[in-house]
């Protein structure tokens, strides 16, 4: 697994943001799959709200590229 942090430069990025700034994914449409295929944890628990907002202290794993990703405060 890579272990990942991405710096908020706002108050909170959207989950399916996130997968796509990260490169996990290329579009939303894939976004949307992966997270409500269950595909995505937040913080230990599979999260399948693509809008949901993330902020700093986060923690989120993608099985499709086994990555976890922290999320830090601005």
Do not use: P, S, W
């Not at 986060?58 to 999320?71: A, G, H, L, P, S």
């Amino acid at each position: 697994m890579r272990k990942l942090t991405f710096h908020l430069e706002e108050e909170y990025i959207r989950l399916d943001d996130l997968l796509k700034l990260n490169g996990c994914v290329d579009t939303g449409g894939q976004a949307k799959m992966l997270i409500q295929g269950g595909g995505v944890k937040l913080n230990g628990e599979v999260c399948t709200m693509r809008g949901k907002k993330l902020r700093g202290g986060e923690i989120v794993y993608v099985r499709e590229c086994d990555e976890e990703i922290t999320v830090a405060g601005h």
